[in-house]
């Protein structure tokens, strides 16, 4: 099929990525002939398993495949640093070390800026609006034609939704007082937070708070109160910034070495493609469920709640966009995906303010003047 | 396993209810022995075709089932009034008419109240939290529980998030306005209608139009831009009131015959836990996806976009809290799972006001503000 041709089809049936690549894959000759062939995969997380937020979601694609495949394809899931770091998962599945990961693209930057749009844009789409970009909007389709180079195609696999801030020893209350600062932060949001002055350094989960005791770093960022609370931040910083501005929203990916995935035969994929979703609504929930009580556990030990100024919120946005229409300029696959991006993304909240921000600001002002 | 025990186990594994269902089942002896039986099922839809959100997800069920099972388990879709009509959907289901079905369950709230949880309950949840409650929070468990006695189980399959207020020819802008409005409402709500004085009318989707034209209602509301769009009820109403605070969210439910459930192979039902799974996201996905464009042809067309008064909103808001305390005092069934359902509630918009909230309301108001 076309590449225009297959978009029509995915939409017409109404279903993801996997579905049409099956559909394709039954067109040439099955490189596994047996119905249901006995196979064995390896899945790297980029996580450690005290996070059983997202490790939590890479052992639910593993276990609910199995289950699929009433236990003739097994995925293995592997902690951080068990095979390979939190950090090498990508070249992991791609020279082929392991079958599958889960990790979060924007890890990989460094590579390619495109590999951002796998996760999440600082100041773009929240957790069901780059759902929607992914899936209806094209977005998926058109990320995994930009992995193909890397050998590698993508499931989305769970959403941390909005991030935190992060944890620092002192407010950062201007514009002047980001600069200088040297933070923990995750993948590609470090180049808009050195346009505006700080010192962004990639650290994977288990290393960040050695860092910050040591002081090391000023400040960092991992997710939210679940799972910062149990890395133990507060220990050592008292001020939890919010909204994580460069985390939206913020994918985990499941991500599969394209020739093999290509040998599965096809409800193999299949199960694939529903495994992951799963645990998208999963991961997602499980955030919402289990946030709120660590928030209250981290304020009544003396967390500082302490939301980003105006200022600083504008001054990222802008070092955001202007450096989107300095890569776009030169690297026509980020182009591509974030003309895409951001055509929804100018709709998007076009739509949430109405039915959905309405409801949640009724809600959050008649609960909070209830309690007060 | 006990009911604590299996909850415990439920949170340990982190697995949905289908998963412990199959642990279970395994222990008994399965009733078909053959490792992949040919099965064969019909799922009857609430839905008229034509809803390509909420039948698109009920389709999307049978068509992954049928792929994970490499066709060995076929599940055919029927639309609205094919088999029997969109709100005789769990009689047909219970009484075995029907193997499975696509439904809202808030629908039979006529036989108990306590089916309202299986949808979402007014000023109740949104969208992810409900999603949170079900999964993490226990709440898909103990509707489970409630549903044996109807010989049915549920799986979440879809959710429009919240919805819209509806369609009417004059504002509603007072709580007297409200007094003897006739309205097509769908489902539970309209018990917190009748006590502010309004005149509720449950109607299936394709015949909501009509009485809306020929006056026989004053007001109707079936889900949001894309949906409404295609009802058509902005030719004859000019008013579109927001947000639809009787469906903060509004979950699809999968319903299985429990009995023809139970005779499944583990992995049959393991194909049913994340094909509806997937739905769930698919089917956000779309309405987030195909509404914005929807609601800019509506108003393009005249449509007048009018946010429900703080008066409307406050005294349905009392009216349905009062209701459910009410109802609480007298129906068991219904206690516990409000009970439940409020005690997730009071955390969950103490995070979701943090991060997500405060996100959303940078987002719009910056690009409000920048478009003016």
Partial sequence: MSTVNRRKFLKTAGAGGAAAAAAATTLAAPAIAQANPKITWRQQAS?????????????????????????????????????????????????????????????????????????????GLNSRQHHAWMIHGGGLDMYNDFLKTYNVNMFMAGNTNCQMGGWFRKPLQTAEDLKGIKMRLGGFAGKVCSRVGMVPQQIAAGDIYPALEKGTIDGAEWVGPYDDEKLGFAKVAKFYHYPGW?????????????????????????????????????????YDAVNASALKRLVGAGTQLTPFTPEVMDTCYKAAYELYAEISAKNPAFKKLYDSHKAFQDDAYLWHQIADYTMDSYMIRYRNAQKT
């Fill in 47 to 123: 996580w450690p398993k005290s996070l059983d937020t997202r490790y939590g979601a890479a052992e639910l694609v593993g276990k609910r495949v199995s289950e699929l495949t009433d236990g003739n394809f097994t995925i293995q899931t592997f902690a951080a640093g068990e095979i390979v770091g939190g950090l090498q998962v990508l070249d992991a599945v791609q020279n082929g070390t392991v079958e599958c990961g889960h990790t979060a693209m924007y890890y990989y930057f460094g590579k390619d800026d495109a590999f951002v749009f796998g996760t999440c844009l600082p100041f």
């Fill in 246 to 286: 460069w985390e939206p929203n913020s994918v985990s990916g499941f991500i599969t070495n394209l020739a093999k995935y290509n040998e599965l035969p096809a409800h193999y994929k299949a199960a694939i493609q529903a495994a992951t979703m799963e645990a998208t609504v999963w991961e997602m929930s499980k």
